[in-house]
């Protein structure tokens, strides 16, 4: 079965350091997303984004984030300088097209810390 | 989006059906119902969803009230497996918004 997969598992940086999730998504999928959970609160969605453009993004998505789909298989989330509460795991999502109601296929997170 | 609510947490002896539901009394009319779970830190996991209509998966049956204000997850034999916090979402497009869902413990 097709499954979404994001590397690395943990990755740990110092504060002010840039830092790249890396996520490939089920292939025939068109949208893509990256969410947030802090640990013991909700899921958060940042950003979704289709035909290598954003949709959508939060208010939590600002400047100092932003999406890519550099090649046909990868969709990466960049943080240009992380803060300490930025450390969450951060889940990649994909989904096969926009329709009225359409299912997202979560990957398994990267765990970010930052000291 | 529309409002859900549910109950923090729920109790289910193992084998057993395991029943949870959700309140979305503000619901608008394009929204559907959306089933997550997440077990542990992984990533949320699609159980099911439904517009109007009753549902049912290899996973899951869902039922919607007929004013479509609430609605019920039913997990017809769960196992320990199923220990998992699980989320009611109702939503019109792409974005999910997560509540804080419903801690479900399967117990033997």
């Known amino acids: 079965e097709p499954e979404v997969t994001q590397t690395p598992s943990h990755q740990v940086t110092q504060m002010g350091q840039e830092v790249i999730l890396r996520c490939v998504p089920i292939s025939n999928h068109l949208y893509f997303y990256w969410y947030r959970q802090i640990l013991g609160q909700k899921v958060e969605f940042l950003v979704s984004f289709y035909n290598n453009e954003i949709s959508e993004k939060s208010e939590i998505f600002d400047d100092q984030f932003s999406v890519e789909r550099p090649d046909g298989s990868n969709f990466t989330l960049k943080i240009r300088s992380t803060k300490l509460e930025d450390s969450a795991m951060y889940f990649c999502?994909?989904?096969?097209?926009?329709?009225?109601?359409?299912?997202?296929?979560f990957g398994p997170g990267t765990r970010l810390t930052v000291t | 989006d529309a409002k859900t609510t549910q109950p923090p947490s729920m109790d289910c002896a193992e084998g057993r059906a395991a029943n949870l539901p959700c309140n979305h009394s503000?619901?608008?009319?394009?929204?559907?119902v959306y089933w997550y779970r997440q077990i542990h830190s992984q990533g949320p996991q699609y159980i099911i969803h439904g517009l109007k209509n009753n549902e049912t998966n290899e996973m899951a049956s869902l039922i919607i009230t007929e004013d479509r204000k609430s609605s019920t997850l039913i997990l017809p034999h769960a196992t320990l497996r199923d220990t998992a916090v699980y989320y009611c979402i109702a939503e019109y497009g792409n974005k999910l918004v997560f509540g804080a869902g419903t801690i479900l413990r399967v117990k033997s």
């Open positions: 503000t619901i608008s009319g394009n929204e559907y």
């Open positions: 999502a994909s989904s096969a097209w926009d329709r009225v109601s359409v299912e997202q296929y």
